[in-house]
């Protein structure tokens, strides 16, 4: 009665209690097959579905998302796009009430097949959060913590990495004089790029933003998405993003969710000029969201 | 300019409204501050290096209390020792590992109602157990653990308490960067609770420092010619010492009953004072490292 969280998994449970509404095919036609593997992909949801405490948030969605580039996830608040990208480092995993079935891929294998390592998972597949949320710690610490968590001790070899991941955030210069002052002492944006030195600091091949810039001020979004567009050369970047502009702005592919659904994928350029689906037309020009 | 004198005055019931509030205040000052002024006052002439650190000559009638305070002292540690260990790891589990559900609901309830217990019924309870069915006998180990019974309810729900009120955001950034879920605990959560679980722990202390019910059962003398060596060792303590002077001895001077009570309350206090220093130094920015 009193275990650990555990969340119920279709191979251990049978299907579990969702309600998919299943409209046909898969709306983008981009069904992924789990054996596309290999390809371009780096990562790809099969028919992913999940439920909080019985209420549908995400609906059989299929998706293939390239490696080395920047893909948006788009869509009003509460389509489900936040859910989505938590979905594929298994955040969701700690939240009470949640039932999912499908699969998603990490070069070619299921992340959610049992006895996945949820630290070596997550080593590969980082996050950055919506809100900075640096640890009431100093500056170095922060961005060591994940190599420490993973065994590293020697000092130096910390602040190798500490100095290559605020190099590679764009926060080096501004901080290398107060690695040892408090993280909470820097601004909204340093703060904000300090999270990302941090998930940079155990070398992830996926980067996994959730509205990342949302509480930031222009000046300090604008130094963001900067680095986003620097680190795509090395990371695949999933961003959730509410801001239609900034979407357009940094990102190669976008995925339009409305209501749990993935209702168009496609390029950048040919979601928002030339979007297939009537909803997705009527969410980029405004008239909904 | 009528807008600001408003909200300066306040209507007239919000006046009366506050000024309520204050006299209530006032009189809860007054209480503890004429509580410790009495002590004090009536006290500090019986405080002599002999009445401190003596041995009790004729019933205590001169001499000193060395014997009793040194008794609570150990009591205290050996008190803290066993119920501040086992009421974190209780606390942790209960936050940080129990599913939530009826039984959780359930075992929470418990232990509230446990903190109501009154203390005599955890002295009967220690005779009985400790006491009798373990065979420590009459011994500072019995009333330690009598005493460790008492404080563990609210050691465990201070732990809880403290636990719940460490963001979130603090265990999912831990969790991202592959963090397991006990270094999550060790490093991040628990040192950012650190504070309330002290203070926590520190507040039922103080309660049990003072406490007669739960010592006299089981294993506190008035007199007892040499110090505690043993944790199988009676012991003489400083509540039970006050009750003595006060209602046994018609020709103890009323100093010296006094004088008793500040030293009881001056140990609770510098515990107090302690831990509110050890506090500022540990900033919620985290400096402390």
Redo the contacts between chains.
């Keep these: 009665m009193l275990e650990d969280a555990i969340v119920s998994r279709p191979e251990d449970a049978g299907r579990p209690e969702i309600v998919v509404e299943v409209r046909g095919k898969s709306p983008t036609s981009q069904g992924a097959a789990p054996d596309a593997a290999g390809s371009q992909a780096e990562l790809i949801a099969d028919r992913f579905s999940l439920s909080f405490d019985g209420r549908p948030i995400l609906k059989e969605i299929s998706i293939q998302l390239p490696r080395h580039s920047v893909t948006a996830l788009i869509g009003p608040s509460g389509s489900g796009k936040s859910t989505f990208l938590r979905g594929f480092n298994r955040m969701n995993d700690h939240l009470h009430g949640v039932a999912m079935s499908g699969s998603i891929y990490f070069e070619g294998k299921d992340i959610y097949a049992p006895g996945t390592d949820l630290a070596e998972l997550r080593t590969q597949i980082g996050m950055v959060f919506q809100r900075p949320n640096p640890f009431p710690k100093s500056i170095f610490d922060n961005v060591a913590y994940g190599p420490w968590a993973h065994g590293v001790r020697g000092r130096r070899s910390l602040a190798q990495i500490v100095e290559r991941s605020l190099r590679r955030a764009a926060l080096w210069d501004e901080v290398s004089d107060r690695l040892n002052s408090s993280a909470l002492e820097l601004s909204g944006g340093q703060q904000q790029r300090l999270c990302i030195a941090r998930s940079l600091a155990v070398d992830p091949a996926v980067l996994l933003m959730d509205e990342p810039a949302s509480a930031l001020d222009p000046g300090a979004t604008q130094r963001i998405e900067d680095l986003i567009e620097e680190l795509k050369r090395e990371v695949t970047v999933v961003i959730a993003t509410h801001n239609l502009q900034q979407a357009g702005r940094i990102s190669d592919h976008t995925a339009f969710l409305l209501a749990g659904e993935l209702i168009e994928f496609g390029s950048t350029s040919q979601v928002f000029t030339a979007p297939r689906d009537p909803r997705t037309n009527e969410y980029i020009t405004g008239r909904f969201g | 300019m009528f807008n600001q004198e408003w909200r300066e005055k306040g209507t007239p019931s919000e006046t009366l409204l506050r000024a309520v509030v204050l006299l209530i205040t006032m009189v809860a000052l007054t209480a503890a501050v004429g509580l410790i002024g009495t002590v004090f006052v009536r006290g500090i002439g019986a405080i002599t290096t002999e009445f401190v650190f003596g041995m009790p000559v004729n019933r205590g009638i001169d001499g000193g209390v060395f014997p009793a305070l040194y008794g609570t002292f150990l009591l205290l540690v050996l008190t803290a020792i066993i119920c501040v260990p086992l009421g974190v790891m209780a606390g942790i589990?209960l936050t940080e590992?129990?599913?939530?559900?009826r039984?959780?609901a359930l075992i929470n309830g418990s232990i509230l109602n446990l903190a109501g217990v009154p203390s005599i019924v955890y002295g009967l309870f220690g005779l009985a157990f400790f006491v009798l069915f373990l065979g420590l006998g009459s011994s500072l180990l019995a009333a330690a653990l009598t005493l460790a019974c008492m404080t563990l309810p609210v050691v465990v729900t201070a732990t809880r308490e403290a636990l719940l009120s460490v963001?979130q955001?603090?265990?999912?950034?831990?969790?991202?960067?592959?963090?397991?879920?006990w270094?999550t605990i060790y490093?991040?959560v628990l040192?950012?609770a650190r504070n309330g679980i002290t203070t926590g722990a520190l507040l039922g202390l103080g309660r049990a420092a003072g406490e007669t019910a739960p010592i006299i059962a089981t294993g506190v003398a008035f007199v007892l010619p040499r110090l505690p060596v043993s944790p199988l060792d009676r012991f003489m303590a400083l509540p039970y010492q006050i009750y003595v002077f006060a209602t046994q001895i018609p020709e103890m001077p009323k100093e010296r009953m006094w004088g008793a009570a500040l030293l009881l309350l001056t140990l609770v206090l510098t515990a107090n004072v302690a831990a509110t220093l050890l506090r500022s130094r540990a900033t919620?920015?985290?400096?402390n490292?």
């Design positions: 589990y590992y129990a599913r939530p559900g039984m959780l963001p955001a603090y265990r999912e950034a831990a969790w991202a960067l592959g963090a397991t879920r270094q490093t991040v040192p950012a919620p920015a985290g400096r490292h």
